[in-house]
């Protein structure tokens, strides 16, 4: 006996240990199958119809939002427009173009966001509908006015870079350029949400910060560190519901930026709020949707 079991461990050991596999219901032929994860978004893509027929041609969207500023305890009010629609670009000259018919002509969604505070601030963001050709924004303008100075920024993105000018048009008139390796935009974000939420960045990853951001602490665009997480809406100042939040930290700056959009399509943005320490002070910015056209 002992014999046979020597010649015969190893198989006697296997045998052993499918019989116990089986009595645990531990084998693969025994394991539930696992159900398919439903998907947080179902974007549309740029050819189906729900798509072209909400941004039909020529359509504008424009979105006013109440905004209340709160420094050292402190609370004013503000506004903000924000402005979606579809539009032809020329990815050669990085222009609008009066019609696609151009070989270097896209089609993007532009937004353009203004805000309005003791200053005074403008962004443009041309992002393409195709976002597996065009991961990211081509083109980025912003505009920064206070009392004292008038900021303009321009990126442009050429062979997987950006390229920035900074110019200030203070008494000493500064001009400024620099080139910064493609990562994601902060500007972009709001392109994106309202094209493929699903596809937002999320965990740690890179970017470079808003250009009002840059422009209102007076540092050109650098790239940071950043975390970011899709959640749902917790907060009462929206009563709509199967309403997402992304949310976007910077801990290097002690800055973050919190989103809110629809869950599902056209991804309306109904509300952000933004914290920032500027001349060491905590400020603090909320915008509600005010009105819809």
């Keep these: 006996m002992n014999h046979f079991i ?8 296997v045998t052993m240990a499918v019989i116990f596999a089986f009595a645990r ?11 398919p ?3 947080l978004f179902t974007s549309p893509s740029a050819t189906e119809k729900v798509f072209t027929n909400y941004w039909s041609a020529g359509k504008t969207e424009t979105s006013t939002y109440q905004i209340q500023e709160e420094i050292a305890g402190k609370i004013t009010q503000a506004e903000a427009t924000l402005t979606f629609a579809i539009k032809p670009f020329d990815t050669d000259k990085q222009v609008e173009t009066p019609s696609n018919q151009s070989s270097e002509a896209i089609n993007v969604l532009k937004m353009s966001l203004q805000e309005k505070y ?10 393409p509908l195709d976002i597996k050709l065009f991961p990211h924004a081509p083109k980025v303008t912003h505009s920064f006015q206070s009392l004292s100075n008038l900021l303009v920024y321009q990126l442009n993105q050429h062979n997987r870079a950006y390229q920035i000018e900074e110019k200030s048009y203070a008494n000493n008139k500064v001009s400024k350029s620099l080139e910064l390796k493609r990562v994601w935009l902060e500007d972009e974000i709001w392109n994106r949400i309202r094209l493929s939420p699903e596809t937002l960045p999320q965990d740690e990853f890179e970017i470079i910060p808003s250009l009002k951001f840059c422009s209102e602490t007076q ?64 400020t603090t910015r909320q915008a ?5 056209l």
């Design 288 to 292: 509600v949707l005010k009105k819809a």
């Design 6 to 13: 020597r010649n015969n461990f190893l198989a006697i050991w």
């Design 37 to 39: 994860e439903t998907p």
């Design 219 to 282: 540092q050109s665009p650098t790239i940071q560190q950043a975390k970011g997480e899709i959640k749902d809406y917790t907060g009462t100042a929206l009563q709509e519901k199967d309403l997402k939040v992304y949310a976007l930290n910077y801990p290097a700056t002690q800055r973050s930026i919190e989103i809110v959009f629809q869950k599902n399509f056209p991804y309306k943005i109904l509300a952000w709020t933004e914290k920032v320490l500027l001349n060491k002070q905590l």
């Design 25 to 35: 219901k531990a084998t693969v032929y025994q394991q539930e199958p696992k159900k």
């Design 118 to 127: 003791d200053f005074s601030a403008i962004s443009t963001v041309y992002a």
